[in-house]
């Protein structure tokens, strides 16, 4: 089942902070995160397991919550580098096949 | 993390030709490849499991017999699309399982973009 993505878009400027959600209907076995720029392909970011996990560094974090149904990616003080758009797979069964939501186009602008 | 890389980048053909794409993990052996495909501004889809050494898993609604896949070696799956359509015209990439300290996740390839005329 695809998990859901918000929001869709979200324009920053240089130094503002994002959070990324995405939602499934079913617990997940795992969540990956992935950022893809125009025309290449995606490149991992993390992967959360445990539900009530958070992990990551001081600019790019992502959580788990209790219920494993939802995690967040969070960008704090924004780089132009950050610009992309961000996906994440669900695994709902630990067979490593996962399920990609719609993505979240993200621009920062100077 | 897992190196991967894919043959052609690009890719033009003219309709009713067979294409064939080559997905390569370059320092790790992979029992498992994955065939994904992607529309302009759209998510990535799961076409396909290669499964080395046996017949390749096909998600719902992917034609096998469109696009075979093959995964001979622990390195090496390709994907052939075969009479190829102008709607086949799409953001072909793979990926490999591989671990990410303990952890076990996906590792892209570049990606090969088809265009069929």
């Known amino acids: 089942q695809q998990p859901v993505q918000s929001p869709q878009a979200v324009i920053l400027r240089e130094g503002e902070d994002a959070v990324i959600n995405c939602s499934s209907s079913k617990a997940l076995y795992s969540v990956h995160w992935y950022r893809q720029k125009h025309g290449e392909a995606p490149v991992f970011l993390m992967i959360l397991l445990k539900g009530g996990e958070q992990k990551g560094h001081e600019k790019i974090s992502a959580s788990f919550n209790e219920k494993k149904q939802q995690s967040s990616l969070y960008l704090t003080a924004s780089q132009l580098s950050y610009s992309g758009t961000y996906f994440c797979?669900?695994?709902?069964?630990?067979?490593?096949?996962?399920?990609f939501g719609k993505g979240t186009l993200l621009t920062v602008n100077p | 993390g897992a190196v991967v890389s894919q043959h052609p980048s690009w890719v033009i053909c003219k309709s009713g030709t067979s294409v064939k794409i080559e997905c390569r993990s370059l320092?790790?052996?992979?029992?498992?490849m994955f065939w994904y495909r992607q529309f302009p501004k759209q998510s990535l889809m799961l076409m396909a499991t290669?499964?080395?050494?046996?017949?390749?898993?096909?998600e719902q609604g992917v034609e096998k017999d469109k696009f075979l896949i093959n995964h001979a070696s622990l390195t090496l799956s390709t994907l052939t699309v075969t009479s190829a359509h102008p709607e086949d015209s799409s953001f072909y990439i793979c990926s490999v399982n591989s671990f990410q300290g303990n952890q076990e996740t996906q590792y892209f390839g570049p990606g090969t973009r088809l265009l069929v005329l």
């Open positions: 320092d790790f052996q992979a029992t498992t």
């Open positions: 290669s499964n080395e050494g046996s017949k390749a898993t096909y």
């Open positions: 797979g669900t695994d709902e069964g630990s067979n490593y096949k996962l399920t």
